[in-house]
């Protein structure tokens, strides 16, 4: 397995954790009235600080090799370049309206409940359409030359909430997902 798919996926799951925690339908947090938007803030701080900025463009590498080696996957390729500029548009909105929530310029009354599922929603779809269709397509036609490219394209970034060296704003968030885990 190429070690940038190893990192995406590993993102990927990462994130997957993360959604769960921001779907109302899945989480016992994202259920609570009133809500503690703080977490939530912290989430969509993370995905658009680091899944928008650093692992969306590090997939679109992979995009643009494999379409270099293969038409057929370009209208699904297309499609999933669409939805991150999507999926960081929701992103942005999302956050802005938890950031007024929590300065208080806004009442959240359920609203935000949909908005939080309904991206949550599209983001895992998003993933796991990349996971099963894209990812085995570029581990079996990329060469090695390829993968080397893409790794001298991506700009180094060590991921803030999971990995190594944690920022301090994600240390709460990251000690309520070891929590919620057990």
């Known amino acids: 397995m190429p070690r940038v798919i190893t990192m995406l996926q590993t993102d990927h799951r990462n994130v997957g954790v993360l959604l769960k925690l921001l779907d109302p339908s899945m989480s016992k947090l994202a259920q609570e009235i ?10 969509m701080n993370y995905m658009t600080r680091y ?3 650093f ?17 057929n996957p370009s209208p699904l390729v297309a499609t999933l370049i669409a939805e991150h500029k999507f999926l960081g548009e929701k992103g942005g909105q999302l956050i802005n309206r ?5 300065n208080g310029f806004e009442s ?3 609203r935000l409940a949909p908005e939080r599922q309904d991206y949550a929603i599209a983001l ?8 099963t269709e894209v990812f085995p397509l570029a581990s079996k036609l990329l060469s090695d030359d390829d ?5 001298r394209g991506m700009v180094a970034r060590a991921d803030p909430l999971f990995g190594i060296g944690q920022e301090a704003q994600y240390v709460t968030l990251y000690d309520r997902i070891v929590s919620a885990a057990r």
């Open 51 to 53: 899944s928008d900025l």
């Open 55 to 71: 692992h969306h463009p590090m997939e679109e590498l992979v995009f643009k090799k494999l379409m270099e080696r293969d038409d």
């Open 147 to 151: 993968w080397a490219a893409i790794e």
């Open 34 to 43: 009133p809500a503690d938007f703080v977490p939530i803030l912290d989430i």
């Open 108 to 110: 959240h009354e359920g």
């Open 98 to 102: 938890v950031r007024n929530v929590v």
């Open 124 to 131: 895992g779809r998003h993933m796991s359409r990349e996971e």
